[in-house]
C-alpha cells in the first residue's frame, strides 16, 4: 500500500507500507523528493468513509467522505464490463482517457502514459469515486482541507486530479 502526499510548496513524499523496490517509487522514485517505508492502516468509518493512518515519524491521519457522481458511476459501469484484452487497444484507453476528463473538476488524465522511471504503465479504472471532503492532520497539526492546485500536477505521464477522486484501478506495468 502507498500514501502519495503532496505538500503546498510542492515537494513529494510516498508513505510505503514495503520496500521501495517493491513499491509506488519502483515507478515514480525520479519525480518525487522522499519516501518513507512506514506501516499503514485503513479503518473503514462506513461504506463510504475511511481513515487513513501512516506511522512514521509524527504520523499522518486522513479522513476521506466518498460519493457517486453520473460521471463516476458511468465511468465504472463501463470499465468493469469490458473484457481486460481491449484495455491493450491504445486507442481505446485513449477515449477511456477522454471520457474521464468529464468527471466534474478532474482535469486532464490519462490512463496510459510513461511513469518519471520510464516504465509504461495503462491503469484500468475497476471502480472510480468522487471525494466529497478529506482532511489530514500531519505530524499532530491540522491540515485542512485539501485545496484545487492553482495548476494540475502530474508525475511523469500520470496526472494527478485537480480534484478529488478515488480510483481503484488495475495497473499493468512494462518497460
Known amino acids: 500500500m502507498s500514501v502519495w502526499h503532496r505538500d503546498r510548496t510542492g515537494r513529494w513524499a510516498f508513505y510505503q507500507d514495503t520496500l521501495p523496490h517493491q513499491a509506488c517509487t519502483r515507478y515514480f522514485g525520479a519525480g518525487i523528493d522522499a519516501a518513507y517505508v512506514s506501516p499503514i492502516g485503513i479503518?473503514?468509518?462506513?461504506?463510504?468513509?475511511?481513515?487513513?493512518?501512516?506511522?512514521?515519524?509524527?504520523?499522518?491521519?486522513?479522513?476521506?467522505?466518498?460519493?457517486?457522481?453520473?460521471?463516476?458511476?458511468?465511468?465504472?459501469?463501463?470499465?468493469?464490463?469490458?473484457?481486460?484484452?481491449i484495455w491493450r487497444s491504445r486507442t481505446l484507453v485513449r477515449g477511456f482517457s477522454a471520457l474521464a476528463r468529464a468527471a466534474p473538476g478532474a482535469g486532464r488524465f490519462r490512463l496510459e502514459g510513461l511513469t518519471p522511471n520510464t516504465q509504461r504503465f495503462v491503469a484500468r479504472p475497476v471502480s472510480l469515486w468522487r471525494v466529497s471532503s478529506s482532511r489530514a492532520v500531519i505530524g499532530g497539526r491540522d491540515a485542512g482541507e485539501a485545496i484545487v492546485p492553482a495548476e494540475q500536477v502530474r508525475l511523469g505521464d500520470f496526472w494527478i486530479p485537480t480534484r478529488g477522486l478515488f480510483a481503484l484501478l488495475d495497473v499493468e506495468m512494462s518497460r
Open 43 to 85: 479503518v473503514w468509518g462506513g461504506a463510504f468513509s475511511f481513515n487513513v493512518i501512516v506511522c512514521h515519524g509524527r504520523g499522518l491521519e486522513w479522513r476521506v467522505d466518498l460519493s457517486r457522481s453520473g460521471a463516476t458511476t458511468l465511468l465504472t459501469a463501463l470499465t468493469v464490463r469490458l473484457p481486460r484484452q
